[in-house]
C-alpha cells in the first residue's frame, strides 16, 4: 500500500504551529530527511470535534506515509490528544504495522518529574487540547500525585497566524489567561504551553509569569524523545533517511504558507501545495 523503501520523518501540524517542533528537532537531528506537512487550509483544530480532528489527521498521516515515510510525528497537540490513540489502534494494523505514529504530549509529560518542585502544573493550552482532558490523564497516569488545573486560550492561535504576536492586544490576551490559571492554583510552579504555536509569544509570557513558575516549551522535550526512540528502535532509525533535507508541503496556498513559515523557522522556507 504504501512505499516499502526507506524514507524522511514525517511531521504533521494543523497549521503553523509544528514547525517550532520541526525546528528543535532538526537542530538535534540535523541528518535526517524530514517532510512537513501542515493542514494550513482546515486550520484550527482546537475547536473542531473529535471525529473531524481524527478523520482530518488520518488523512494526513496516510499522505505521509505514501509519500515513504515510516516514522510521523504529530506536532499538534490537538491532533496528539484527539487522534493519535484513535489512528494507532484502528488505522495502524491495516495499513502497515511496522509503521509508527507518534504523538508530543507524553515526551512533554515525562518531563514534570524532573522540572516541578511541588507538584502543582497548569496547562495553558487550545480549547480542544484542554476539552479533551488529555494532559490531566497522562499526567494522572505518571504522577498521579500531581495537581493539575487548565486554561484555554483561544485567541493566543490567532494572534499568532496573523503576526499580532507583539501587539498591545497581544499583552492584553497573554495577561488574561496567564492570571486566569494563577487564580486557580497560585501555587503554580510548572506552565505546559500546550500548544505549539505559542512559543512565539514566549517573551510576554515569561514577563507576565515573572518568576511565579517554570514554562516548558515543547519543541527540546520532543527532540530529545525522538532521538532516544530512534535509539530504541534500530529497526525505524534504519527506515528514515539521511540527506539533510526537508521538503515542506501545506494544504494552503504555498506563497502564504512560505511567507509565514519563515517566522517560526527562522530561516527561509519553500512549500508545495498537496490535497488531502
Not at 517560526?264 to 490535497?275: D, I, K, L, N
Request: with cysteine; charged share 20%; net charge negative.
Amino acid at each position: 500500500m504504501f512505499p516499502s523503501a526507506a524514507g524522511p520523518i514525517g511531521v504533521f501540524d494543523s497549521g503553523y504551529g509544528g514547525l517550532t517542533i520541526l525546528k528543535e528537532i532538526r537542530a538535534a537531528l540535523p541528518e535526517y530527511d524530514y517532510i512537513y506537512l501542515g493542514d494550513n487550509a482546515r486550520a484550527p483544530y482546537g475547536t473542531r470535534s473529535f471525529d473531524v480532528v481524527y478523520e482530518f489527521t488520518r488523512e494526513a498521516v496516510k499522505t505521509l506515509f505514501e509519500r515513504g515515510c515510516h516514522l510521523v510525528i504529530l506536532a499538534c497537540n490537538t491532533a496528539s490528544a484527539k487522534a493519535l490513540r484513535s489512528i494507532q489502534q484502528k488505522d495502524l494494523p491495516g495499513w502497515d504495522s511496522s509503521r509508527r505514529v507518534l504523538g508530543i504530549i507524553i515526551p512533554t509529560v515525562e518531563a514534570l518529574g524532573s522540572i516541578t518542585k511541588n507538584g502543582n502544573i497548569g496547562v495553558l493550552g487550545t480549547p480542544g487540547t484542554v476539552s479533551s482532558g488529555t494532559y490531566d490523564i497522562e499526567i494522572a497516569k505518571f504522577f498521579p500525585q500531581f495537581r493539575t488545573v487548565s486554561v484555554e486560550c483561544p485567541m493566543w492561535v490567532p494572534l499568532v497566524e496573523n503576526r499580532e504576536y507583539d501587539s498591545p492586544g497581544a499583552d492584553y490576551f497573554v495577561e488574561k489567561y496567564v492570571e486566569e490559571l494563577f487564580a486557580q492554583e497560585p501555587d503554580t510552579d510548572t506552565i505546559i504551553l500546550g500548544c505549539t504555536h505559542y512559543p512565539l509569544l514566549i517573551d510576554k509570557i515569561r514577563r507576565q509569569v515573572a518568576g511565579r513558575a517554570t514554562i516548558i516549551t515543547q519543541g527540546e522535550l520532543v527532540a530529545a524523545s525522538l532521538r532516544e526512540y530512534l535509539a530504541r528502535h534500530p529497526e525505524m532509525d534504519a527506515v528514515c533517511t539521511r540527506g539533510g533535507n526537508c521538503t515542506y508541503l501545506t494544504t494552503e496556498n504555498p506563497d502564504k504558507f512560505t511567507a509565514l513559515a519563515g517566522t517560526f523557522m527562522h530561516t527561509p522556507v519553500r512549500a508545495e501545495h498537496v490535497t488531502l
